[in-house]
């Protein structure tokens, strides 16, 4: 079975779309170990980001074991996290 997204730190909130998701899409995925089981809640294109738990808005974005951003609205698990959601830290910056 393809590997259809990629967590690289335990610590982190989302990972990696290496394939283009769908709705509904069940998936299972494992970092060291940290188990997260997630249903795709809306298509997320091939290099994006989806979130791996629940988040609040304000709270803090990690990916790759770091801070990416602050979430600017409430994100559920499974949805796509990018610039619509996502106070990016390059672009926006975390104040």
Partial sequence: MMLRALIVDPA???ATAL?????GEELRL???????EVIVREPIP???K???MNMSSGQAVL???AAIGKASTD???????HLHNLRSQRVGGLS
């Fill in 12 to 14: 982190d909130h989302v």
């Fill in 75 to 81: 994100i559920a698990a499974g949805s796509h996290v």
């Fill in 46 to 48: 091939y290099g994006h």
């Fill in 19 to 23: 394939a283009d998701l769908v709705t």
């Fill in 63 to 65: 990916k790759y074991g």
């Fill in 50 to 52: 989806l979130a791996l």
């Fill in 30 to 36: 494992t970092v060291g170990r940290c188990k997260h």
